[in-house]
């Protein structure tokens, strides 16, 4: 039996349901980010919370994502059949919430008329458990923890419990490496956190079975879409709204607020966005609801379908799609100091003769496990969003690309990329690029990142000791490796510069790349801390071997 809250408007006649199903208590109702039930009942909704099966108080086991096709389905029959409904159903919710949207739709419910998924996981390896192949390892240890705590509130394991809760504030208590946790393993051992760190291919059928894609590739409703551009789920809002926009014979919008995770308000990270990144979201809902399920002619279908919040000059823009990516590039140039003098690297338009010269040694990145770049702002730590980096930036272990002060004004908005030509001297290596703007004081704001694990093109033995070894393992043959970097809408102001940074690691985001794993792999037996190896990483930028960062086209003017 699956227990729900039922909120109703004070009204007569009937009116549509709105039903979110999570798996948090039913009491919270997503109010860490959205307004409570009470709010949307007011506007002429049943509104219903309800408890997924083996959470809050609803019977059954809870086994990630599994029954929330059938329960989802079902759950859409019973809330259009509750009396003063008049059958017709959206449903609203983020993360969680928003993943069982998806699935409740892959049954194709006729009740179901709309859904307003936010920051979902639409592949759920690619865009929720993994992120370039590397395993997103805090956000998915702090997860598996909550959830193994309200499990063990369930039983009443009131030690467990404790145990959990503590753990949940310290910082990750695993390895590493492996990303193995010892108090998992002992307090939640039928955790989906094991399955996760047990199938690090892509290509397993466990995320095939699991992930919202293979469900609802012929789902098609009118969809209001939601992100956030330092939310770690941004990538699956973005890749689920671009295809639903390519195939949907129905509308199809997307908001994306300046907002991570938790919450969606007017501060994140280190910088105040000002009045207008307060949420709109519950009204943008209530006009979405309105027109859809009541058929109010409110002027939604004369807006642009995208709204995005531009950063820096702290507006929202209306766009009449998501803008294509035709790359404006910026080259990569050095001396080779990059590493150690922020001077030597830079950013440039086009290379010159002079800066040809100066780039035929490669800048060198020396990833030490006992000492791993760690975390800082952007969307897949916390806390998440624009955290000034600059001191980051001057770790040994950072390379910095920075480019002249800019001349004019300068909006973009949409996906970034970078293309590294490396080599490495192990069969597995990590890259994380952060794209960021300095201001003429030096401090410096994460706009972008992205993270790639790398399986090296290297030939040469990955343990040789042999001194006379060393130069060819410090010259293996270059690869072009490309880093998808999270989407976004920016405006750089005059005077501003722009600045790539690349390390070998950003912990413990991400765990750790042992280097001894051809397939980078975090489950090998060898695979712990132990076995990790200090990694060499050549970076080269000349014409011969390019590296570069990709911007999308220029935006117009506000």
Known sequence: MRHADVYRPDIEGECPVLLMRQPYGRAI???VVYAHPIWYAAHGYI?????????GSSQGDFLLFADEIADGADTVAWAAALSGSNGNVGMYGFSYQGMTQLYAAAERPTSLKTLCPAM???????????????????????????LAAE??????????????????RTAPVCDPISAR???????????????????????????????PKTHVQDVDLPMLHIGGWYDTYMRGTLRFYKEMAARSRHPQHLWVGPWAHIPWGRRVGHQDFGSEANSPIDVVQIRWFDHVLKGKPNGLSDEMPVRLFELGSNQWRSLSHWPASAPVRYHLQSNGLASIDQRAGRLSTSFSPESNSLAAIPDVLVHDPWRPVPALGGHCTVPSGMVERSL????????TYTSDPLTEDWSFAGELSVEITCSADAPSFDLCAIVSYMCPDGKTYPLTQGYRRVDSCSSSPPDSHDPADVTSRLS???QTVQINLQPICASIKKGQCLRLSLSAACFPAYSLNSGTSQSGSVVGGGDRLLDARIITIQIHSNANLPSRLNFPEPLSSL
Not at 122 to 130: F, H, P, V
Not at 151 to 163: F, I, V
Not at 184 to 203: G, R, V
């Open 181 to 211: 946790s010892d108090l998992l393993t002992k307090l939640a051992p039928d955790s989906f956190y094991h399955d996760w760190i047990a199938n690090p291919e892509a290509t397993a059928d466990y995320w095939q079975q699991l992930s």
């Open 120 to 146: 979902i996981g639409y592949d759920l390896y690619t865009d929720w458990a993994y992120e370039g192949g590397a395993f997103c390892l805090q956000a998915s240890l702090g997860w598996a923890t909550q």
């Open 151 to 168: 499990t063990a509130r369930r039983k009443g394991d009131r030690p467990t419990y404790e145990s959990l809760y503590s753990a949940a």
């Open 47 to 55: 509104v219903v919370i309800q408890d997924v099966r083996g959470r």
């Open 392 to 399: 980051l930036d001057c770790r040994a272990d950072v390379l």
């Open 476 to 478: 293996p043959r270059p």
């Open 29 to 31: 109702a997503s109010t």
